[in-house]
């Protein structure tokens, strides 16, 4: 079964730093791109990075960039978002997301979501 | 950046209608990528869509995805309970990739 399951969301205050983890199964995940969207409470979705299969190149939204960082480790199936220097618009549901086929392509397979809290 | 833009912001049908949903981009979306999502509480979004008019993988021909120009519309034939949800519509075609801001489909 083709599956993506989030993991590392939790609280933490202004300034600090979380790492969120997405572990893959059931495709092959090294020749996958590999993405992270965000949800706000309230709000729609928001695509945040997304790394290439092959190249391993990355893509940030600018109000990301700077301090976020996306990874993979295709040894062990894992995608990662190092968030750093958080703020209270981060707060958000975070999805990883899985492309179709082709680099630009559409996200065919979701996660359920890992939820971070930025607050005092 | 592309902005894309969804109305109406909620669409009041009974099941068994016919529910119309839009997209507008303010540029030309590259080579129609174009997908729409499916997004109920508490799940993950689901893919219905891509490349303006193709259907995913299991998704019922009840959805269908049309384009003209920078207008893209989602149509549902006849609703079903389980459809009744959020709709998003996003371009992957040019970063950064972007999302419309939603159509709710609620239950009249």
């Known amino acids: 079964e083709v599956q993506l399951l989030e993991s590392g969301g939790g609280l933490v205050q202004p300034g600090g730093s979380l790492r969120l983890s997405c572990a893959a199964s059931g495709f092959i995940f090294s020749s996958s791109v590999m993405s992270w969207v965000r949800q706000a409470p309230g709000k729609g979705l928001e695509w945040v990075s997304t790394i290439s299969g092959t190249s391993g190149s990355t893509d940030y939204a600018d109000s990301v960039k700077g301090r976020f960082t996306i990874s993979r480790d295709t040894s062990k199936n894992m995608l990662y978002l190092q968030m750093n220097s958080l703020r209270a618009e981060d707060t958000a549901i975070y999805y990883c997301a899985k492309g179709r086929f082709y680099a630009l392509d559409a996200f065919d397979i979701w996660g359920q979501g890992t939820m971070a809290t930025v607050s005092s | 950046e592309i902005v894309l833009t969804q109305s109406p912001g909620t669409l009041s049908l009974s099941p068994g209608e016919r529910a119309t949903l839009s997209c507008r981009a303010s540029q030309s979306v590259s080579s129609s990528y174009l997908a729409w999502y499916q997004h109920k509480p508490g799940q993950a979004p689901r893919l219905l869509i891509y490349?303006?008019?193709s259907r995913a993988t299991g998704i019922s021909d009840r959805f269908s995805g049309s384009v003209s120009e920078r207008d893209f519309s989602l149509t549902i034939s006849s609703l079903e309970p389980e459809d009744f949800a959020v709709y998003y519509c996003?371009?992957?075609?040019?970063?950064?990739?972007?999302f419309g801001q939603g159509t709710k489909v609620e239950i009249k």
């Open positions: 490349g303006a008019s």
């Open positions: 996003q371009q992957y075609g040019r970063s950064p990739w972007t």
